[in-house]
């Protein structure tokens, strides 16, 4: 029997459709009030500013001890990173958090997280091997090899959409005991 190791950008492909399968069982059956549910007392989440547009809650340093998130500011913060990331793997300049505000909708969230979705996997179906170990310096101020940041990009997703999965859930559970 051979033994033999795939590629490393054939396993971070396989992990990030993995990972979006699990998003795409809980992202289509956002509301609108699961966004903006705010399952704490001290609790982040995105709020319309005067402008109209729906912006983040945000402290330069985290709270000690941290806030609870809602799943809005939770798809915010997943749609900063991931487009910020792509941003810099294409040779772009991230836009800064302030200015990326939330869509205003969990119907906007879907649609912008299914675009990122496949922005990304263009990325990764044109990702070699040898493009892996280029020095790669974003999220992270000291360059590394890029195989970490996509690695860690596939880890913050997963994270996240467990987060929204879990508070999904949650908020279907309360309001169905409530109902009862």
């Not at 992270?140 to 508070?167: S, T, Y």
Request: proline letters at 9%; a negative charge; glycine letters at 4%.
């Amino acid at each position: 029997m051979t033994d033999v190791a795939a590629a490393l950008p054939d396993v971070l492909r396989w992990q990030f459709q993995l990972v979006w399968r699990l998003a795409e069982v809980h992202l289509p059956v956002l509301t609108d009030v699961m966004c903006l549910w705010e399952p704490a007392a001290h609790c982040w989440s995105v709020r319309r500013s005067p402008d109209g547009s729906w912006r983040a809650d945000w402290a330069d340093a985290e709270p000690d001890p941290p806030p609870g998130m809602s799943i809005g500011w939770i798809t915010w913060h997943l749609i900063w990173w991931w487009s910020c990331l792509l941003a810099t793997v294409e040779g772009r300049i991230p836009l800064p958090h302030a200015q990326v505000p939330w869509p205003g909708s969990a119907e906007a969230v879907v649609e912008q997280l299914r675009s990122l979705s496949v922005q990304w996997t263009r990325v990764l179906a044109d990702l070699r091997e040898d493009d892996l170990e280029r020095s790669f310096a974003y999220p992270w101020p000291e360059p590394r090899p890029l195989k970490f940041a996509f690695a860690w990009a596939n880890g913050e997703l997963m994270k996240n959409i467990a987060e929204i999965g879990c508070l999904r859930l949650l908020h279907g559970a309360m309001h169905a005991a409530v109902q009862t």
